[in-house]
């Protein structure tokens, strides 16, 4: 089985707004930055592989190395 953070590419995220609503005790409010990029997150990757299964790419959810440039090349396009 692969390690979390293999199989989630949103791992720090998570990590990040978990944090945040414990230290807000649940006060969702107070982590909306956190929560958003968590969810733009998982929406990227999402698409990516969306992507990638319609080309018929594997594995879907890329490698972590892979990630790295992937997003490397989505942030200097946008």
């Not at 409010?29 to 990227?44: G, H, R, V």
């Not at 972590?64 to 490397?72: C, N, Y």
Request: with cysteine.
């Amino acid at each position: 089985m692969a390690k979390n953070g293999d199989s989630n590419p949103c791992l720090q995220e998570q990590k990040i707004s978990l944090k945040c609503l414990q230290e807000h005790f649940g006060d969702k409010t107070k982590c909306d930055p956190q929560i958003e990029n968590y969810k733009d997150c998982k929406t990227f990757w999402y698409n990516i592989c969306k992507e990638r299964k319609a080309n018929n790419i594997k594995p879907v959810l890329p490698p972590l190395e892979e990630r790295i440039k992937i997003k490397k090349e989505y942030l200097s396009s946008h």
